[in-house]
């Protein structure tokens, strides 16, 4: 069945190292998104990508980076991790114009 | 303004109660997309219905309703008789005709269900 994975799922970082969280889908979605969960907050879109190559900024892009060199992948990097980034992250995928479906989560710790 | 307002932060109730969940959206397209979203415990994020703008009829899945009405800009959701597997944060989400691929969510709900 296609699916949509997030690696890893929990992680634990220290404040100013690189890291990166892995995205992967296999329905041969189009479009790919990165989300940010904390409480109060709901969902807020940091990254997103309509296409190989293509990336766009959403509303909480600052620290963080993405790039799209295959249709399956979108991987999230955090450049120099700081302890207002841990959150939960949520990656998700869906054709144009279409439901978004999202993977299960990474929790990420920044120390 | 937030395009999605869920006011209701959380909300408990016994089961086997009705429970509904309120979400007010705001959006000066005339084509645009509603969803709804439940987070159980586990933490995953499970789409339950898409409704799009031009259809305001109600829908019914089993337990589950959702009632659409434009004239107050709100897509309600309605859980009868309620089980405490229905216990979860939900989530409310609007996209919008100049860009049906950015989802604008709501802060959610978390609804306690208590045997």
């Known amino acids: 069945d296609a699916e949509i994975t997030q690696s890893p799922r929990h992680k634990i970082t220290e404040t100013g190292r690189q890291v990166t969280l892995a995205c992967h889908q296999t329905?041969?979605?189009?479009?790919m998104f990165w989300y940010r969960q904390d409480l109060g907050h709901g969902l807020r879109l940091i990254h997103y990508s309509y296409g190989v190559q293509d990336t766009n900024k959403g509303e909480v892009s600052d620290g963080y980076s993405v790039s799209r060199s295959n249709t399956e992948d979108l991987p999230l990097t955090l450049e120099s991790a700081a302890s207002s980034q841990t959150s939960v992250y949520f990656c998700a995928s869906s054709e144009s114009r279409d439901t978004q479906y999202f993977g299960p989560g990474t929790r990420l710790t920044v120390l | 303004a937030q395009k999605v307002t869920q006011a209701q932060t959380e909300i408990s109730v016994v089961e086997k109660e009705d429970v509904t969940l309120d979400c007010v959206y705001e959006?000066?397209?005339?084509?645009?997309?509603l969803f709804w979203y439940k987070q159980p415990p586990s933490g995953e994020l499970v789409f339950l219905i898409r409704r799009n703008s031009f259809d305001e009829q109600n829908e019914i899945s089993g337990r589950y309703s959702w009632n659409f009405q434009k004239s107050t800009s709100s897509f309600n959701f309605t859980i009868t008789a309620s089980q405490v597997v229905d216990s979860a944060v939900y989530f409310c989400?609007?996209?919008?005709?100049?860009?049906?691929?950015?989802?604008?969510f709501g802060s959610g709900t978390k609804l306690n269900v208590k045997p």
């Open positions: 329905w041969n979605h189009n479009n």
């Open positions: 989400a609007l996209s919008e005709a100049n860009n049906f691929n950015k989802f604008y």
């Open positions: 959006t000066r397209d005339t084509t645009y997309y």
